[in-house]
């Protein structure tokens, strides 16, 4: 019997998340309400400190929200890694401004602070930068250019709950905003969610309103103030970014599992640090210091080039062996749309062409067990030792 194909990534759902959900289902109340208020105060007592939180239906959405709350617009540049998903870069055209494409730093993947430096221009209003992975970016170079320049920062923090950085939550820096993601394979997950979490009054107040179609109470006090509250007023063209709680159900419970998901993943993430020496493969970076936490989303490696298969045949003879995996990313200098409208080429970005070239992701999640690493492992040895 051949081993059943290994998914490239599942959630974990538990008897907790269902009966929750369940709750809401019986309850009556199935959009924003109590649960998601609740996951909004669960979420920022996780984090500590004064952050407000702002649940929404995608990270995405909530990208949008901070940079429409900061009054972004045409003629604005905002720097962003090329080595991200399009999500980041597309909130910064639905506001009518442009992103400026820097390359990423070789050790971490992450956006290099050096390039942003180089592509500051009188335009620039904001710096966009994303913890690849899990692996935070070096927040203290990018605050500090942040603030020589006056530019705002927005992190992408799709991929790093939990990550700390020198000791601090990501979610805890002095960032106009910080966004998480909650999407079916990222490290919680409410099938598809996110969170805004911000220290400024002026981005919480902004993003609540618009994440209601621009109206300045949520259903919740609409429907449950003590008084019949029937009149509201819309003060902007808003969007409809709200979250439901069916999804904070999933939320509230995944929230209480996340240090023991967290350290699953870093000895699932150990494991194949051990069991992949010795093969042409650059194992994923890692943190720098014991200050910091890689979330582990994912776990990226690189195909060398003495190797004696390239990437694309090497995922391939992964799959016929029943194992699923992926690329993070095709950069964004390659997709078309982008591609074109920028006029970027690939020698613009050396570290992020070359990784996405040579690497792949590696199944990582929760319900993997030893040994369905050790399957990995063991392909990986099959086909490159
Ligand atoms: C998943 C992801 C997003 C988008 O998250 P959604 O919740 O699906 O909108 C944004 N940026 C990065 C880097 C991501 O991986």
């Known amino acids: 019997m051949p081993d059943p194909f290994l998914p490239f990534a599942l959630p974990e759902i538990g008897d907790e998340e269902i009966a929750e959900v369940v709750d809401s289902l019986r309850s009556g109340w199935i959009t924003t309400g109590p649960k998601t208020r609740r996951f909004e105060e669960d979420f920022g007592a996780y984090l500590g400190g004064n952050v407000e939180c702002i649940a929404v239906n995608s990270a995405t959405a909530g990208l949008h929200l901070a940079l429409e709350a900061l009054g972004l617009g045409p003629g604005d540049e905002v720097i962003v890694p090329t080595h991200t998903f399009t999500a980041t870069a597309e909130v910064v055209r639905y506001l009518g401004a442009d992103p400026v494409f820097v390359d990423v730093d070789p050790?971490?993947?992450?956006i290099d602070p050096v390039l942003v430096r180089k592509a500051i221009t009188a335009k620039t209003r904001l710096l966009l930068p994303v913890h690849f992975a899990g692996l935070s970016c070096d927040m203290s170079a990018l605050c500090s250019i942040a603030k020589e320049y006056g530019l705002e920062i927005v992190e992408d923090a799709a991929h790093a709950f939990?990550?700390?950085?020198g000791g601090r939550l990501i979610g805890q820096f002095d960032?106009?905003?910080?966004?998480f993601s909650f999407y079916a394979n990222k490290t919680i997950a409410t099938g598809e969610g996110g969170m805004l979490v911000t220290q400024r009054p002026d981005v919480a107040k902004r993003s609540r309103i618009m994440r209601l179609h621009g109206i300045d109470r949520d259903a919740f006090n609409r429907f449950t103030s003590k008084t019949p509250?029937?009149?509201y007023e819309v003060v902007a063209p808003g969007f409809k970014y709200n979250m439901s709680d069916i999804a904070a159900s999933l939320g509230l419970q995944q929230l209480r599992k996340i240090d023991r998901f967290q350290a699953r993943r870093e000895e699932l993430a150990h494991r194949y640090d051990r069991g992949l020496s010795g093969l042409p493969l650059r194992a994923a970076p890692r943190p720098s210091d014991h200050a910091s936490t890689h979330a582990w989303h994912l776990y990226v490696v690189q195909v060398l080039p003495s190797a004696r298969l390239d990437r694309d045949a090497l995922i391939q003879g992964l799959y016929d062996l029943g194992i699923g995996c992926s690329v993070h990313y095709v950069p964004l200098h390659r997709q078309p749309y982008w591609r074109d409208r920028y006029?970027?080429?690939p020698q613009q970005f050396p570290v992020s062409d070359e990784l996405y070239r040579r690497c792949v992701s590696l199944p990582l999640y929760t319900r993997m067990s030893d040994s369905d690493v050790d399957r990995v492992v063991a392909a990986l040895h099959h086909l490159l030792g």
């Open 229 to 231: 509250a029937w009149y």
């Open 162 to 165: 939990p990550t700390r950085c």
């Open 107 to 110: 050790g971490s993947y992450c």
């Open 343 to 345: 006029k970027l080429r």
């Open 175 to 179: 960032t106009a905003a910080t966004v």
